[in-house]
């Protein structure tokens, strides 16, 4: 089974720290993704990339940015933790090659629930 | 703006009743539909796929339908369980956005 694993189920930051939130999955996929899930608002895509050092801006990607150094690990980076970045963050991957458009189904992390004071 | 609405937020249904959940989207033209399943506290699990070309999809007592001309799939959930209790997320495209689900309860 593909194995997607976030490194905090839960993180408590302050205000103007810097964040990061790790993601690893196991299965070699080429495509990852970074969603945050609020209540009414569904899952909200961040940022997605298709292979190392690719990134792509989601809808949201303001007040954040991320880093894939290999094909593995994609970082969700909050460079000055908000208040409004209280959410619960989602990682995701896909097999897929060649980018984002086949139809594979995405895999899932359990989450990280992160709060700031 | 491309927009991915699910019918409501929460639907609560009895025990052994068909839960019918709706998926409407507005500026895509998605070659294909997912469908995916979320219980508290964990990410979202994939359910189902549909393509364009297809009407219908079945498996075990999930059914989904995919209308293109109205821009609508539909979900449903025969003789469901307690164990359905869950939310519901749709996502109509090749880039991966979602509706915002619909929290599905079943009563015993």
């Known amino acids: 089974d593909v194995k997607v694993t976030q490194s905090s189920r839960y993180l408590v930051k302050r205000t103007g720290e810097k964040v990061f939130l790790e993601c690893v999955q196991d299965m070699d996929h080429e495509n990852m993704f970074w969603y945050r899930q609020d209540p009414g608002l569904g899952l909200r895509l961040i940022y997605f990339?298709?292979?190392?050092?690719?990134?792509e801006k989601g809808d949201i990607p303001e007040g954040y940015s991320v880093s894939r150094e290999k094909k593995e690990r994609f970082s969700l980076i909050l460079e000055s933790a908000s208040t409004n970045q209280t959410s619960m963050y989602l990682c995701?991957?896909?097999?897929?090659?060649?980018?984002?458009?086949?139809?594979?189904?995405?895999?899932f992390g359990n989450g990280t629930r992160l709060t700031v004071t | 703006s491309q927009k991915i609405e699910q019918n409501s937020e929460a639907l609560n249904i009895q025990e052994g009743k068909t839960a019918t959940l709706t998926c409407n989207y507005t500026?895509?033209?998605?070659?294909?539909l997912q469908w995916y399943r979320q219980d508290p506290g964990r990410g979202p699990v994939f359910l189902l796929l549909i393509r364009e070309n297809e009407k219908e999809k079945r498996k075990e007592r999930l059914k989904v339908t995919f209308d293109t001309t109205l821009k609508q799939s539909l979900f449903h959930i025969t003789a469901s369980q307690p164990a359905d209790s869950a939310t519901y997320l749709c996502?109509?495209?090749?880039?991966?956005?979602f509706g915002a689900g619909t929290r599905l309860t079943v009563k015993p």
């Open positions: 990339s298709y292979d190392v050092k690719m990134k």
């Open positions: 995701a991957s896909t097999p897929s090659s060649g980018g984002v458009g086949k139809n594979s189904p995405l895999h």
């Open positions: 500026n895509y033209s998605p070659a294909y």
């Open positions: 996502a109509p495209s090749r880039d991966m956005r």
